[in-house]
């Protein structure tokens, strides 16, 4: 079966969508993007679309920096997508990746003209990383800076900062990047916020230090603090914190709750996944489907 794509206000198949070799999206990365996840419940089955309106909120704000309007709200967009997952038959977790993007054709690198389009497409995705446990090394990019290619526009063109770091580290053979910020603290990932447990206390770089404000992020600290009692800290973080934390962790839409047990070739903690971090994957996953009263609103049944 064919697969189904949001394109311009209607559900249609995706090999009818065509963008031209000539959109400034294709010639200058113009665009910006959201990634979302829907979980499936295999008890109720169900397809929980998880955290929508906080993606299309951050999306919305996102178009406003870079100058682009679509003509839809968060909650339409929340609507258009249930149709979507929907119109793909949608029984297994999948990720839900919406771009805008400049569609108009003209040479210059501009943000002026008002061409533009959005586009929704799915596809199943379980586990990002396929492992518990990572191994990862401070890449030697800095990360992109909110003076020159915002990270909080989550703009399709600051991913190749995230490309060129897990070039450098992945091809070495670590799981995952670190970036530093110009300022040389500890950043986030490639595709994820990190976060790190220092006596007893849930520790994570704040915005100011040129993170991607993670919707996972605000969820996990909320989380820590209201299901575990933790005292959480938003405050820069030096690099040789990386290796003598208790535990350190990602956090993110593609990578969930996910262990760093390996830094720079140095073992944090025991080397292996944290109680903080197992306690957290354990609330996450059960929030993701809906099952905690109290963390419900984040979720939309689709079926
Ligand atoms: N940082 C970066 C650079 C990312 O691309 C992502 C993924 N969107 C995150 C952090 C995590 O953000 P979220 O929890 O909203 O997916």
Same mark, same amino acid.
């Given at each position: 079966?064919?697969?189904?794509? &949001? ?14 070799? +000539?959109?400034?999206? /294709? ?5 910006? &993007? ?6 499936? =419940? ?7 679309? /998880? ?18 309007? @679509?003509? #839809? ?6 609507? #258009? ?18 771009? $805008? ?18 586009? @929704? ?6 586990? #990002?990383? *396929? ?14 800076? =909110? ?10 063109? *600051? ?19 670190? /970036?530093?910020?110009?300022?040389? &603290? ?9 976060? /790190? ?59 969930? $709750? ?6 720079? =070739? +140095? ?6 996944? *944290?109680? $903080?971090? +197992? ?15 109290? #963390?419900?609103?984040?979720? @939309?049944?689709?079926?």
């Amino acid at each position: 079966m064919t697969q189904k794509v &949001f394109y311009q206000g209607e559900i249609v198949d995706e090999s009818s969508v065509s963008i031209s070799i +000539r959109s400034k999206a /294709f010639n200058y990365g113009l665009a910006c &993007f959201e990634g979302i996840r829907a979980y499936w =419940d295999d008890e109720e089955e169900q397809l929980y679309g /998880f955290c929508m309106k906080e993606h299309y909120d951050r999306l919305l704000e996102s178009c406003k920096c870079l100058n682009m309007k @679509i003509p #839809y709200t968060s909650e339409e967009l929340c609507d #258009y997508t249930v149709e979507l997952l929907k119109a793909n038959n949608c029984k297994t977790t999948t990720y839900i990746r919406p771009i $805008v993007y400049k569609g108009a054709e003209t040479l210059k690198p501009s943000l002026m003209e008002m061409d533009d389009r959005i586009i @929704i497409y799915t596809q199943p995705l379980d586990s #990002y990383s *396929g492992k518990d446990e990572l191994r990862v090394a401070v890449s030697s990019w800095r990360r992109i800076s =909110d003076t020159s290619l915002p990270p909080r526009t989550k703009a399709t063109a *600051g991913y190749l900062n995230s490309a060129l770091a897990g070039l450098e580290v992945i091809s070495k053979g670590y799981d995952e990047a670190i /970036f530093l910020t110009n300022a040389g &603290f500890v950043c986030e990932g490639p595709g994820e916020n990190i976060f /790190f447990v220092k006596n007893d206390k849930l520790i994570t770089p704040p915005p100011s230090d040129d993170i991607l404000e993670g919707i996972t992020r605000a969820l996990v600290m909320k989380l820590a603090k209201e299901e575990l009692g933790m005292e959480v800290v938003e405050r820069s973080v030096a690099r040789t914190e990386l290796y003598n934390s208790q535990e350190v962790f990602f956090s993110g839409t593609a990578m969930e $709750v996910t262990a760093v047990v390996e830094a720079d =070739d +140095r073992r944090i903690g025991t080397g292996h996944e *944290g109680e $903080v971090c +197992r306690k957290l994957k354990e609330i996450f996953a059960k929030v993701g489907v809906g099952k905690i009263d109290k #963390y419900k609103y984040l979720t @939309i049944p689709v079926w």
